[in-house]
């Protein structure tokens, strides 16, 4: 069935340091792929997405490629801040599906 | 400002007494969705609504139900709550489907004992 793995957290990281979060899945097609992110006491939201092969998902200084030769979707920040610290979560959802798969979720800590 | 709210935030009850947990949303969206939250576990579907009385399972519907009389609301109601459904529940929204972008309610954490 659809899956998504996202490496284990936590991840602590000082302030400006280069943030990689890895992702990867598992589906049949074409799934759109997502990272949603959880602040403190949060409710998700959408930070990016990417709904075909080779697109880059943007926003807030946050990028992640769609790879399907080796089905990944990882999450990249070249300077990380300390208001970046939250759990970040990578999901899926196919076409005609109603619901997103998501992962496990990767706690971020951004230390001064 | 456009929203998904949810109440309560957090509730204790016991083991076997009903409780309901209200989810609403004034984006005119068609389709909502259930969610529970455990560590290690992710985020996983209890629910969805494509519309107005058309409810259906999610992965993990056991022990619980919905029902959607107006588009806004999407009550979730454990009629017989146990301890394994202590969890943090979120209630999300979106346009027409699961695949497009999901706006989540705050949370509520529910602890059965």
């Known amino acids: 069935g659809d899956s998504v793995t996202q490496m284990e957290g936590p991840v602590t990281l000082s302030e400006e340091a280069f943030l990689t979060i890895n992702c990867t899945y598992t589906?049949?097609?074409?799934?759109?792929l997502f990272w949603y992110v959880q602040y403190p006491g949060e409710g998700l939201q959408l930070l990016l997405k990417a709904t075909k092969a080779d697109d880059k998902g943007s926003n807030k200084g946050f990028e992640a490629t769609y790879r399907k030769e080796t089905t990944s979707f990882h999450l990249e920040k070249g300077s990380v801040q300390v208001s970046d610290s939250a759990v970040y979560f990578c999901?899926?959802?196919?076409?005609?599906?109603?619901?997103?798969?998501f992962g496990t979720g990767t706690r971020l800590t951004v230390i001064p | 400002e456009a929203q998904v709210t949810q109440n309560p935030r957090y509730l204790i009850t016991v083991t076997g007494k009903k409780l309901t947990v209200t989810c609403s949303q004034n984006m005119n969206h068609e389709y909502m969705s259930w969610y529970r939250q455990d560590p290690g576990l992710g985020l996983r579907q209890i629910y969805y609504s494509m519309n107005v009385e058309v409810t259906d399972k999610g992965d993990v519907p056991e022990g619980y139900k919905v029902s959607r009389k107006e588009k806004r609301n999407f009550p979730l109601i454990l009629e017989s709550p146990s301890p394994n459904q202590t969890s943090l529940y979120f209630c999300?929204?979106?346009?027409?489907?699961?695949?497009?972008?999901?706006?989540f309610g705050p949370g509520t954490r529910l602890t059965v004992t």
């Open positions: 589906a049949t097609g074409y799934p759109s």
């Open positions: 999901a899926l959802s196919k076409t005609g599906a109603n619901n997103l798969f």
């Open positions: 999300a929204s979106s346009l027409t489907g699961g695949r497009y972008e999901q706006y």
